[in-house]
């Protein structure tokens, strides 16, 4: 009797089967990323030079013939036991994927460009009345570099540490000049949501070519904004100096964000005020120097030199000349324990820029911490 009973259940699941009468699996299987997965958002040449960055490694890769070799790496996310005609993809900073970003595709895997670096991310896919259970992934902290079609050399300042915190992405980025941008490269700007812009070139070199998205310009004065710390277009060269106070102050005003800011090329009046925004906020000189040496990967920050050596000693100079400036500065106004941080500061205070305007800066640019710390 016994073995007639086991007959009859094999039976009624096999029919079961057949009919379709047992409830189908109705999840949808997550490949990629992996659960708790550490994705780099950089390609592998930017990823190894973050990765093992020492002070002036970037200058090796100075070469003109390469052109843009800094763009990032979309994020792909792949699935299975799923057949429908659209899926929906859902991102967010929150387990709950509360204001999470839907993406939908017809295909069984999406690439996610413009993410941000050491963040942990929530997703989940849905599709043909299926789900997938709710999984996370994590961006390496490193440069965020941003790919703008017909802008060289562009990246957000933000993500590196502060000593107490983070510099916000998604706020500022730097670049070369948008003379050339193309269709593709104002969808981006539309898409980041920049809503000023601060040329720092001087006035006759000024295009406002993107005065069509309804953004504002900073009006700097003649000269444009200033050029490392000595010669004719130095911060002590007051004509310089005036332009750069007055791009420093526009980053005091939160309407103003997000902000794109450029010269010619983006590497030297826009790495001057790179390096004091996020020298101000508290980021080491190490770390400003990696930054700045990421222009090293971009066509327009290798387009003015054919002598390498020279272009090494230039540029690595420069760096140099920052750095022993502004530590001196904070040493001669009397700190105990001299740092970039303090002598930014103090050198904008004596240059007319208010207490309370820095203390915007730094409360609209820092924050304590992202999901993935």
């Avoid at 997938?132 to 490193?142: D, H």
């Avoid at 005020?273 to 508290?282: C, D, E, K, T, V």
Wanted: aromatic fraction near 10%.
């Amino acid at each position: 009797m016994k073995m007639i009973k086991r007959a009859v259940c094999v039976m009624l699941v096999l029919c079961g089967l057949v009919c379709g009468c047992v409830k189908p699996d109705n999840k949808i299987k997550i490949e990629k990323p992996t659960v708790g997965e550490i994705v780099s958002l950089n390609n592998d040449e930017i990823n190894d030079f973050a990765e093992n960055y020492i002070t002036g490694a970037g200058y090796s890769h100075i070469n003109k013939l390469l052109g843009d070799h800094y763009y990032p790496k979309s994020v792909v996310f792949e699935w299975q036991n799923a057949d429908c005609s659209e899926y929906a993809l859902r991102i967010s900073e929150n387990s709950d994927l509360s204001n999470a970003c839907e993406f939908k595709t017809n295909n069984t895997s999406i690439e996610i460009p413009d993410l941000f670096a050491g963040v942990k991310y929530y997703y989940m896919v849905k599709g043909g009345g299926k789900e997938s259970e709710v999984c996370s992934f994590i961006t390496k902290r490193q440069p965020r570099t941003v790919k703008i079609d017909g802008i060289s050399n562009t990246r957000d300042i933000g993500g590196y540490e502060t000593g107490n915190g983070f510099v916000k992405q998604g706020l500022v980025y730097r670049g070369a000049a948008p003379d050339n941008i193309t269709l593709n490269g104002k969808k981006w700007f539309e898409r980041a949501g920049v809503k000023t812009i601060i040329d720092l070139r001087e006035e006759k070199s000024r295009k406002r070519n993107l005065s069509d998205l309804n953004i504002n310009y900073i009006e700097l004065p003649e000269k444009g904004c200033a050029c490392y710390i000595d010669g004719d277009m130095g911060i002590k060269s007051f004509e310089y100096l005036a332009g750069l106070i007055t791009s420093v102050r526009a980053f005091a005003v939160k309407d103003n964000y997000p902000i794109y800011f450029h010269c010619q090329i983006g590497r030297d009046r826009t790495g001057t005020l790179a390096y004091m925004l996020n020298g101000l906020l508290g980021v080491d000189h190490y770390t400003l120097t990696m930054d700045y040496e990421l222009s090293c990967f971009s066509a327009s920050g290798c387009v003015d030199y054919d002598d390498k050596e020279k272009q090494t000693q230039n540029m690595s100079g420069s760096m140099d000349a920052m750095y022993s400036y502004f530590m001196k500065y904070s040493r001669y106004k009397g700190s105990t324990e001299a740092s970039i941080k303090d002598g930014i500061e103090k050198f904008l205070l004596d240059s007319g820029v208010t207490a309370e305007e820095i203390d915007n800066i730094r409360k609209i640019l820092t924050e304590e911490t992202r999901h993935a710390d």
